[in-house]
């Protein structure tokens, strides 16, 4: 059974270009959150998504940032033009439908953005 | 609001000595606790978690009990590994939050041979 997948491992994109950055959640798994982890301040709660839906946004910066979860096919988190300030360590993980494990998330192995 | 504080690190230990790290939460509902390790370069692994008062959690030889009264979720294990070396980080949701994560800061341990 596969884990939760992310690519691409590693990002490099200069200011003003867009990121995008793909998550596929282990099987069987149909809630997602994004997290990221910026230097100095530890792992912070982005957006959490089921599919075809948006359930909390509220870690998402107003502007720039967005985040999907298609029917079909991966999450994406979506950064435009992107600033030094972006470049971090993003984190998806996604959580068993069962009620009982639903509060155990499993996270992939991450993105590490940078930008130059 | 919904906040963790762990104890800041890095704590270093020799291989078989005691390890404790310290966690307190504060909490507007009832929430899980857990506790999450990451290897350099690598995503966040559970560790274990509890869901109650007074439950432990366990697994790999680490444990911690959930304590309402005090608020805590101590991490201990009786004799580390240099291969235990990594970033631990406590952490707690809730349901009425849809169960999103809440992270202490992590704490960096180091086990040396």
């Known amino acids: 059974n596969a884990g939760v997948m992310q690519n691409p491992r590693h990002l490099v994109r200069r200011r003003g270009q867009e990121a995008r950055l793909r998550c596929s959640p282990m099987?069987?798994?149909?809630?997602v959150y994004w997290y990221r982890q910026l230097p100095e301040e530890g792992l912070k709660f982005m957006v959490y998504l089921q599919k075809e839906n948006i359930i909390d946004e509220s870690g998402m910066p107003k502007e720039r940032f967005s985040a999907e979860f298609p029917k079909e096919g991966p999450s994406i988190l979506r950064i435009q033009q992107v600033v030094r300030g972006d470049s971090a360590a993003y984190f998806c993980?996604?959580?068993?439908?069962?009620?009982?494990?639903?509060?155990?998330?499993?996270f992939g192995p991450g993105t590490r953005l940078t930008v130059t | 609001g919904n906040s963790v504080t762990q104890m800041e690190g890095p704590v270093t230990l020799s291989e078989e000595a005691f390890l404790t790290i310290n966690c307190t939460y504060t909490?507007?509902?009832?929430?899980?606790l857990f506790w999450y390790v990451q290897y350099p370069g690598e995503g966040l692994q559970l560790l274990l978690k509890a869901t109650k008062a007074d439950d432990k959690g366990s697994n790999k030889g680490f444990e911690a009990t959930y304590r309402k009264e005090t608020t805590s979720f101590h991490l201990e294990k009786g004799s580390v590994q240099v291969s235990d070396s990594a970033v631990y980080f406590c952490a707690l949701s809730l349901i009425e939050y849809g169960n999103k994560l809440v992270f202490g800061a992590g704490t960096i341990l180091r086990v040396k041979s």
């Open positions: 993980a996604s959580s068993p439908p069962s009620r009982a494990r639903a509060d155990e998330q499993y």
């Open positions: 909490a507007t509902g009832y929430p899980s």
């Open positions: 099987k069987g798994h149909s809630h």
